[in-house]
């Protein structure tokens, strides 16, 4: 079957569980029911990879140490891009060179996504402007003082507005099954969640 490429982005200080959680989801979704169907990719509808500025290890938080797959010269089409977050954002606020890579993904017609702080990143690229968007409730101020025509909602989990955004790291799992649902359906999803044990939180978009 013909993969959704899943482009996730990382870089230093990178928070895990903000690009773990939604690799989990699209690495582990089948169209096809059942632990068996896990055991190889011929009913995996998306490809998820990481990508980073340069070829060399990431360092997330905690220490944890990622080879990134692709860098920005040679990453394949990307359908979705998943933006995280961390405190790595912070310090990668003013790179053109990340904001402008951001920025053409989009301009493909890209599904754009971000989990908790990576929302800035977008809102730099000025991705954000007159959209209704949230992030990490640490970063709320942030992301308001980035543009006063965004929206921001501090009290949603997820907001769709043509753009996606997630709140705080773990709400970044439910954004990929919402996308999950979106292009296959809430029994697909539900498989996946039921085979990765975990409880999808009901999400008011």
Do not use: Q
């Amino acid at each position: 079957m013909k993969k959704i490429n899943v482009g996730i982005l990382i870089f230093n200080d990178v928070e895990i569980l903000d690009f773990a959680g939604p690799y989990e989801v699209f690495s582990r979704t089948r169209t096809t029911k059942g632990a068996e169907s896990r055991r190889n990719d011929d009913t995996a509808p998306f490809l998820p990879f990481t990508v980073a500025m340069e070829e060399k290890p990431i360092i997330a938080t905690g220490g944890l140490k990622v080879i990134p797959d692709y860098t920005f010269e040679n990453v394949p089409k990307i359908n979705i891009l998943v933006v995280p977050g961390g405190y790595g954002t912070r310090t990668l606020l003013n790179n053109e060179y990340l904001l402008s890579w951001i920025k053409s993904i989009s301009d493909k017609s890209a599904t754009i996504t971000s989990v908790c702080s990576g929302s800035l990143l977008l809102g730099k690229a000025g991705l954000l402007e007159g959209k209704r968007a949230t992030t990490h409730w640490g970063a709320i101020e942030a992301l308001k003082s980035i543009s006063k025509s965004i929206k921001v909602m501090s009290d949603r989990r997820i907001i769709d507005d043509e753009i996606i955004t997630s709140a705080g790291v773990s709400s970044g799992i439910d954004m990929a099954f919402m996308i999950v649902e979106k292009h296959f359906g809430n029994e697909v999803a539900s498989d996946t969640a039921k085979y990765i044990e975990f409880h999808r939180s009901k999400t008011n978009v």
